[in-house]
Nanobody, 124 residues
Framework: QVQLVESGGGLVQAGGSLRLSCVAS????????MGWFRQAPGKEREFVAT????????YYADSVKGRFTISDDNAKNTVYLQMNSLKPEDTAVYYCTAKSGGYSYKEPAMYDYWGQGTQVTVSL
């Protein structure tokens, strides 16, 4: 079992930055694909970014490419999502997720563990 706890959300003006953190506990962190998804009101949960279990490969949704960066610190069992140049359309609840090794997927159903989510609100 893996427990994920997100933090770092908040209210920011358009063009600003936030860094989300996700602390994982319960299993060997380094053997999991880690990712971030988001869900806006009335919309389905959508893929944002993933980091391979080796930490060597990252994948991003086209909508955030060049603005968001996913990274990790294995010593702290933490994965981060640095979000720059935020836009109002980035407003959503952001969820940290993990799946046992293997490939990264854009489908939420492929992931085994989820955090409780952290709200990000971007104002004009």
């Amino acid at each position: 079992q893996v427990q994920l706890v997100e933090s770092g959300g908040g209210l920011v003006q358009a063009g600003g930055s936030l860094r989300l953190s996700c602390v994982a506990s319960g299993r060997t962190f380094s053997r999991y694909v880690m990712g971030w998804f988001r869900q806006a009101p009335g919309k389905e949960r959508e893929f944002v970014a993933t980091l391979s279990s080796s930490g060597g490969s990252t994948y991003y949704a086209d909508s955030v490419k060049g603005r968001f960066t996913i990274s990790d610190d294995n010593a702290k069992n933490t994965v981060y999502l640095q979000m720059n140049s935020l836009k109002p359309e980035d407003t959503a609840v952001y969820y940290c997720t993990a799946k046992s090794g293997g490939y990264s997927y854009k489908e939420p159903a492929m992931y085994d563990y989820w955090g409780q989510g952290t709200q990000v609100t971007v104002s004009l």
